[in-house]
């Protein structure tokens, strides 16, 4: 199966809704909040300025941007009318923010037209991550800055102990939700490639520990599992019953790598 994030719409909206409460709970982590607090504090906006998130969502991250940008102008572009729509009922309050139907790799904008770019876990679910690099390129004003945080899905892992079964549905969730698990070794060189000058890369551990924020991994793989028959009903349930169990004593170790690059366009 295809990544779903390459075309959100055709996943249906239960997956929309799903990836939509995920990802505002992994906004509200505390280390993914520190993660995003250190990347906007690259950012110099003043209150002309215009900064863009590629690959928005359901606006998770782009609404924490209209807050820390305020009042500077924020537009969220994303690929899924379905996630547009849940971003703009979750963003009412933030009057400087707004949301467009976009690829990243086609921007309705103008070259040279904003401050700042930014890409939150994007990269590692398009098949062709240059043309988004060079699209942020082409649409930065000079001095204008480039972030790309994402994650290294190559490192993700639930083992607690050699062989651990759990593990089983981050291997999974990685094979069957992500299109390049190694993005993040190939960040810097690529968008050097595309003219931008590296300016910071910072690697973050993010360890999960309760049970909704990685319930999607779980839950999700072992659905697809039981469904096309690799499992039956008993490991299925049994797995998701042991990714309960660790959350409930405290022993549930979901491990995660974040990458951030922050990157300038030439003056
Ligand atoms: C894991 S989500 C991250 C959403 C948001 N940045 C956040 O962290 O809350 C990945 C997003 O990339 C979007 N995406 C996939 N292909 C894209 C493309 N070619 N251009 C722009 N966004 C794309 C998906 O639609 C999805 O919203």
Redesign the pocket.
């Known amino acids: 199966m295809a990544d779903p994030?390459?075309n959100?719409d055709a996943a249906g909206p239960e997956f929309i809704k799903l990836?939509a409460d995920s990802?505002d709970q992994?906004?509200a982590d505390p280390t993914m909040e520190r993660i995003v607090a250190a990347y906007l504090g690259h950012l110099n906006v003043t209150d002309a300025s215009t900064v863009v998130?590629?690959?928005?969502?359901?606006?998770?991250?782009t609404r924490r941007i209209a807050s820390h940008c305020h009042p500077a102008k924020v537009i969220g572009?994303?690929?899924?009318k379905g996630?547009v729509s849940e971003a703009n009922t979750r963003a009412k309050e933030y009057s400087n923010l707004t949301f467009k139907v976009a690829?990243?790799?086609a921007l309705p904008l103008e070259d040279d037209a904003v401050d700042a770019v930014i890409m939150?876990?994007?990269l590692t679910?398009?098949e062709d991550p240059k043309s988004?690099v060079a699209e942020a390129f082409r649409v930065l004003k000079p001095d204008g800055i480039l972030i790309v945080c994402d994650a290294d899905f190559s490192k993700a892992t639930f083992s607690a102990f050699p062989n651990d079964p759990l593990d089983i549905c981050a291997k999974e969730f990685v094979r069957e939700f992500v299109t390049d698990p190694f993005i993040v070794a190939k960040l810097r060189s690529m968008i050097s490639d595309a003219g931008l000058s590296v300016q910071h890369f910072d690697v973050q551990s993010r360890v999960v520990s309760t049970a909704e924020q990685m319930l999607p991994w779980v839950a999700l793989t072992t659905k697809q599992m039981y469904e096309r028959g690799d499992i039956g009903k008993e490991l299925a349930e049994g797995l998701v019953a042991e990714h309960e169990r660790r959350a409930r004593n405290g022993s549930l170790y979901g491990y995660q790598v974040f990458a951030t690059v922050v990157a300038a366009k030439a003056a």
């Open positions: 994030f390459q959100v990836f990802m992994r906004q998130e590629v690959g928005a969502g359901a606006g998770a991250v572009f994303e690929p899924s996630f690829d990243g790799a939150h876990t994007v679910h398009v988004l």
